[in-house]
């Protein structure tokens, strides 16, 4: 009988359980015959014998060896380390819907709009995974966030892709949070988005329509509902409204669209920042003053059946987050009535937030400091005013040269250009 080298006292060996006709059953080690093949075991002082379920000797071989494997001290250590790190690699296999889920639950009490809009981003990145074959975390690569990210623009082929500069930062910022959090959790080795630079706010950002151009998009309204079918597509109307205040203003779509009625007292309206709710009481609010026929285009909204009789523009059967992605939508529609340029001729996008530059630009066209401007666009310092809106417009340059010129012939300079 062949005996394995021991190991601690342990010999396991394979013999062969002779049929009565077979010509070799004196000889428990032969090996040719197709017999039944067995394994004697001693170990401790023990002896036991063990059908290694097969008519093959090389196979009862493999068998015998994953017995002394068992016992193997060494190999039932690397057997552990092996079964450890497979476990860990099946905990990294964690669906990108649930990963998301986790994340978002992890976060501040549900509800509050800052959570609210990071499930806006948990929406975004798991139809992103679901339209590139993306399964778990670990699936995404830093080549697949690249070309995302390469793919969103204001003027995208695909709408989920159209994204403002200011939405795009902000958009980079959240999936780098997500991916970070996820890479903490092991539910990928590496952090994918590591290589991905910070999108940074420039000049592009600020995109304030001349006065032509606002009354092009209040006419597009008109032509909005020529073209609709049904009387609950018509909503000219209140689009009109949404973007006079807007205009007039410069408040973000979200809060307007969350306006209650008793928010708008004669011409004085005071708005809710939604992005400052977690402010200190009285730090959210703020106020502002409409002219006249904004005042009008609110107060004359008819009610809808869809509307609650309390706000301008939302029904309160959705949260505040998904009535402003309704409007969007809405808003969205009437760039099939516009053909707007930009300063380089190029056809240009509406966007919401276009009336909030304008509002801005405006307003220092007309004379109002920097820092005034910053404190009726509500933002936390006259440094970020600066960054979206102290870059020159093709109006800007103008006025400042007409006002440098002006200064220059009170000082007895002349000038021979006739436009000058």
């Not at 002394?68 to 990108?96: C, G, N, W």
């Not at 592009?204 to 049904?230: C, G, I, M, N, V």
């Not at 005013?385 to 220059?408: C, D, F, I, N, P």
Request: proline share 5%.
């Amino acid at each position: 009988m062949t005996t394995s080298e021991p190991i601690a006292s342990l010999t396991i060996s394979v013999f062969a359980r002779h049929s009565a006709d077979c010509p070799k059953g004196d000889d428990p080690q032969w090996k040719r015959c197709k017999c039944r093949k067995s394994l004697y075991i001693r170990e401790g002082g023990k002896t036991q014998y063990l059908s290694a379920k097969t008519r093959s000797w090389e196979q009862a071989e493999r068998v015998a060896q994953a017995e002394r494997d068992k016992r193997d001290p060494v190999k039932i250590e690397l057997q552990k380390i092996a079964e450890s790190e497979a476990a860990k690699d099946a905990f990294r296999l964690k669906p990108m819907g649930e990963a998301l889920e986790q994340w978002l639950a992890g976060m501040k009490t549900p509800g509050e709009s800052s959570v609210d809009a990071y499930r806006s981003t948990s929406r975004k990145i798991q139809q992103w995974a679901e339209s590139v074959g993306v399964v778990y975390v670990s699936d995404v690569t830093p080549a697949m966030l690249d070309t995302w990210r390469a793919s969103w623009s204001p003027d995208a082929k695909y709408k989920a892709n159209r994204l403002a500069l200011t939405t795009q930062a902000t958009l980079l910022t959240r999936v780098k949070a997500f991916l970070r959090w996820a890479t903490a959790m092991e539910y990928t080795r590496r952090n994918p988005a590591l290589i991905l630079k910070a999108i940074t706010p420039d000049a592009s950002q600020t995109w304030p329509l001349t006065p032509t151009q606002f009354e092009e998009l209040l006419s597009a309204t008109h032509k909005l509902d020529a073209s609709a079918r049904y009387k609950s597509a018509k909503i000219g109307q209140p689009l009109r409204a949404l973007f006079l205040v807007q205009r007039w203003t410069g408040l973000r779509v979200g809060d307007v669209l969350a306006l209650p009625k008793s928010a708008l007292q004669d011409n004085r309206l005071t708005a809710v920042i939604q992005k400052k709710r977690n402010r200190k009481p009285g730090a959210c609010q703020l106020e502002c003053i409409l002219p006249d026929h904004v005042v009008q285009a609110l107060t004359t909204l008819p009610l809808r059946e869809e509307d609650h009789p309390d706000y301008f523009f939302w029904s309160k059967k959705c949260s505040e987050h998904v009535n402003t992605n309704k409007w969007l939508r809405k808003v969205d529609r009437i760039n099939g009535y516009l053909s707007f340029t930009d300063e380089a001729g190029k056809p240009m996008g509406f966007r919401s937030h276009m009336l909030r530059d304008t509002f801005a630009v405006e307003m220092l066209l007309a004379g109002v400091p920097l820092e005034k401007v910053s404190k009726l666009l509500a933002h936390e310092s006259v440094t970020v005013t600066e960054r979206y809106y102290a870059k020159w417009t093709a109006s800007r340059r103008q006025q400042l040269e007409g006002e440098a010129v002006a200064a220059m012939r009170k000082m007895g300079a002349t000038f021979s250009v006739a436009q000058v």
